[in-house]
């Protein structure tokens, strides 16, 4: 998911296991003063009546500036860059793979280059009836910062067969991601000394230490990308994708996009409206939002998803927290608290859960349903004191490898939420003004995630983006799916997106999880195969279940 800080959302449940998730801007909360989730304890109902103040108002798309699309016609000075011809070589997992060039600033294409790496799971023809191959299916996971090639595997499993059998499955890692010119910020044991600290603060001493880590973390960066980090943006990115469009030969552009990539697919059509084929925008975010509303009403998603999980977890016998569903979250903010001034031992080699690690664990169980069995067992084993089994969600939430060292996931994707949006905070004060609204917003993870919004008043380079609606006038049918208690990107997201786009058609899956394709809805997987495979869209106002 997008944000200013450090709240990442994954790459999509299908890809958790190889992707993991991750908070980049806006995540999770505590109260006036306690560690992260340490908030005022508040009955379930009661927190999904708060999170439906923040997150199922549709925000007026209005007061921000349109995105304005770009010349049909390929500039003279990027025709080389069209004109490459692509070279694909066998790479691992059986896939194939290859590289071509974009230029680094897109306004001084002789300025240099960046080199981009794309693998694509060729089409696999099952029968005539089927019909003929339809081109490229371009694939986005999310983030921004999710590896595309390494979703490629996933997808090339999971996919429709009709649909693997009439696309070729392509994924592009994004300038500045996995494999195209990734950049790194931190070492490992400075990113575990970075996830560890404390998310809400509760004294200056507290603040000065969050601070002091967000400084340290943009240093990184700038000590170690350079440059780059001033073009790494979402409309670079979707620049980048059109490049590769023209020199797969497709003539339009068809698109899966999850989580960020939703972001990523919509701002494609905004500059590019006449080159739109069949786009699907799953887990939509909300491009007309500034960084502060994007957070805020982020936290109340989250709330919504820990009240589907309370209710679940009050008529479970092995539920942890107790029976009814306010004592559920008093005792999620009791021993969030206890991790936070008593970190708890762990089975993996000496660390130690700390609060901000502890609630990271949580939210990383939120994202989809069935992970909520493997929070009830890790709450248990936390509750004994015991911090292995929420660690492990954490490690899982932020990509932490057994060796002790992280993906680029982390990295990536607070350049990109830095450089998209200006910074919703300046100051530590600001945050303290902002608390209020936030803990309306979301009882149990409002404070946290808005001190996590703090960590791009300190970005090494300036915002180039800004909010603004996406309108992609005279694109064809874009297809916007919403789940209505998505808790990283909440359901009014994706509302306020398909009343944005001229052809947004609105696909509504009633249930818990980020994302909605893929699973376990054959109503959702069924309309969006079809619109895959035909081009007709969902009619308006679907709804779907599992």
Known sequence: ???????????????????????VAALVAGCTSGPVGAGPAVSSDSA???????????????????????????PAALAPYYAQRLTWQPCDGGFECTTFRVPTDYDHPG??????????????????????????LLLNPGGPGGSAVEYLET?????????????????????????????????????????????????????????????????????????ALGHLSTVEAARDMDVLRALLGDEKLTYVGKSYGTFLGATYAGLFPGRVGRLVLDGAMDPSLDSVAGNRTQAGGF?????????????????????????IGEQLTALLATAQDHPLPTTDNGRRLTGSLATTGVIQALYADFLWPKLRSALTDARAGDGTGLLKLSDSYYGREADGSYPNLMFANTAVNCLDLPAPFGSPEDVQRALPDFERASPHFGRGMAWMALGCAYWPVRATGAAHTIRAAGAAPIVVVGTTRDPATPYAWAQSLAGQLESGRLLTYDGDGHTAYGRRSGCVDGAVNRYLLTGEAPEAGKRCAR
């Open 1 to 23: 998911m997008r944000g200013n800080g450090r709240v990442v959302g994954p790459a999509a449940p299908m890809a958790m296991a190889a992707t993991a998730g991750l908070l």
């Open 48 to 74: 999904a009546s708060f999170a439906s103040s923040a997150a199922s108002v549709v925000p007026a798309a209005s007061a921000a500036t349109p995105l304005e699309p770009l010349p049909a016609a390929v």
């Open 303 to 327: 709330e919504t998803a820990w009240a589907a999980f309370a209710k679940d977890c009050a008529k479970r016998e092995d539920c942890p927290l107790g029976r009814g569903e306010q004592q």
């Open 155 to 227: 997808a090339a499993r999971t996919y429709d067969s009709g649909v693997r059998a009439r696309y070729d499955l392509v994924g592009l890692d994004p300038r500045g991601v996995g494999r195209s010119n990734p950049i790194s910020c931190l070492s490992g044991d400075r990113m575990d000394a970075y996830t560890a600290v404390g998310l809400a603060p509760a004294d200056q001493r507290g603040i000065d230490a969050l601070v002091a880590a967000d400084k340290e973390f943009a240093e990184g960066c700038r000590q170690r990308a350079g440059a």
């Open 111 to 136: 300025d240099g280059d960046l080199t981009l790496v794309a693998a694509r799971a060729p089409s696999v023809p099952s029968g005539a009836a089927q019909g003929a191959r339809l081109g490229s």
